[in-house]
Each structure stands twice: as C-alpha cells, then as structure tokens.
C-alpha cells in the first residue's frame, strides 16, 4: 500500500488520499544529466521510486550519478551544436568560449529533445530568464513548445511556462512517462524539497 492512499481490494492500482489512481512509476522515464546537485537529486528520487533513468554525459565528464549513463558520441554532440553568441544574447550573459561549456549545453538539449515535460529547479530573473547554464535548458523548452516547470528557489515556488509569461501558483505533478528534470548544481533545502515533492505527489 502506497503512503497516504490505498490499495484497490482487487489488487488494483493504488489511489492517493483524493481517491485518484497513482500512475506506476515503473512506466516513466527520466532524463537528465547525473551533474551534481539538482540533477543528481532527480536522479535519487527517480531510483528511490523506481523510475527509470537516463543521464546523457560525454566523455570525460565527471557526473555525480551512475545509473543509466547515456555517453553521446561526437556525432550526436555535433547533431546539437548552438551558438555560444545565440546563447549569450538569449540569456542576456556572457558564456565562456570552451569546449566544455559548448558539450554541456549540447547535453542538455538532449536532455530537453527526449522529455516530453521539463522540470527545472533554479532562480527565476527579472527578465524571464533562469540563472547559469540550466537557464538554457530552460529557454530551449520555450523554443521546442514542451510543457516548462521551474521551481524558483528565491521565491520558494512552482512556476509553469504558459501563453509567453511565467504563472505562478500550484503544485505540478509528472504527467508525462518520459520527463526532464534538471536545474542547478546548488540548490538549497527548498528546491531539494520541491523535487522530493513532486516525486512524492506523482506516485505517492
């Protein structure tokens, strides 16, 4: 029996404490990229439930997680090439010109490409815009039109994408078998506690 519900007398899927079905955890997918901190986290909550997991990486990048590494090959790397001046003038900041930056964001729209739902944990600006690299996993969900979940770890909430603004407001559940979830390599106790929580309300 899942915590806070209960079980169906048939042997049925359990139900959460509204009465409504939980989906099985078993049939949904991660993607993210294993990084320290919140992606790592992701990584946790989905092994901890049972969810399956994909981490893309490349090679020689030290990840935190090692369940379900992805390494993408040169090619597939090239396949996602962006321009560093395109990402700078988006995002209002500069990027340093390394290899290293270009196959983390590379990675990351990888990891956007494979959701069908985005989960980010980080800080919204002023101007739309989420701070650090994961600002532009963000941006890039904009651009594929797939539903965008940021949790705002300054103002301690849930904000969705929708119409071309941020809306606040409301606790999001996974939807989608195959979903995001990446953010920041420092999230504090409350986007820690936001990612447990929307892992628990999804499947109990």
């Known amino acids: ?15 959460n404490c509204q009465g409504v079905e939980m989906p099985t955890a078993t049939n949904f ?14 990584g946790r909550q989905a092994e901890r439930y049972g969810v399956a997991e994909v981490n893309f990486t490349f090679e020689g990048h030290r990840i935190d997680r090692t369940r379900g590494i992805r ?5 597939e790397l090239e396949k996602k090439d962006v321009s560093l001046t395109y990402v700078s003038k ?24 494979a959701g069908l739902e985005i989960f980010v944990v980080g800080t919204i600006q002023e101007d739309g815009t989420v701070t650090g690299g994961t600002g532009w996993g ?4 904009k651009i594929c ?14 904000f969705s994408w929708e119409h071309g603004a941020w809306k606040a407001g409301g606790e999001p559940v996974i939807t989608h078998t195959h979903f995001t979830g990446t953010g920041t390599r420092f999230p504090n106790e409350a986007g820690l506690a936001a990612i447990d929580g929307l892992f628990k309300r999804t499947f109990g």
């Open 29 to 42: 997918t991660l993607f993210s990229g294993g990084a320290q901190g919140a992606e790592a986290e992701f």
């Open 138 to 141: 963000a941006e890039f969900a």
């Open 145 to 158: 039109n797939k539903p965008l979940h940021v949790f705002c770890q300054e103002k301690q909430a849930w």
């Open 71 to 75: 390494v993408l090959t040169s090619e």
């Open 90 to 113: 988006l995002l209002g900041r500069k990027f340093s010109n390394g290899p290293q930056i270009r196959m983390v964001l590379r990675t990351i729209m990888h990891q956007i490409d």
């Open 1 to 15: 029996m899942q915590k806070g519900g209960s079980a169906h007398p048939s042997g049925g899927p359990a139900t």
